[in-house]
């Protein structure tokens, strides 16, 4: 079986903020010991939403945010 302990699960999204929360609930309940890394390519008023809602996960999951110009994807 491989070593799965340092795996990190990169998610794009773009003008999903309800789908980030969903899946950060989702991530949390399961007590995911994985790395989460967003790519956010969304518009700047729903990046803040997305980081905002990073942030009320920081204690239960090892998650980040990069923002992704929109142009470049």
Known sequence: MPDVSELTI??????????????????ARLKLTYDLVYIDA????????????????QDTLRC???????NDL
């Open 42 to 57: 969304s518009d700047e008023n729903i990046h803040q939403e997305n980081i905002h809602s990073l942030g009320n996960f």
């Open 64 to 70: 980040t945010i990069l923002r992704a110009n929109p």
């Open 10 to 27: 990169v998610i794009p999204t773009r003008n999903r903020p309800i789908l980030i929360k969903n899946q950060l609930r989702y991530y």
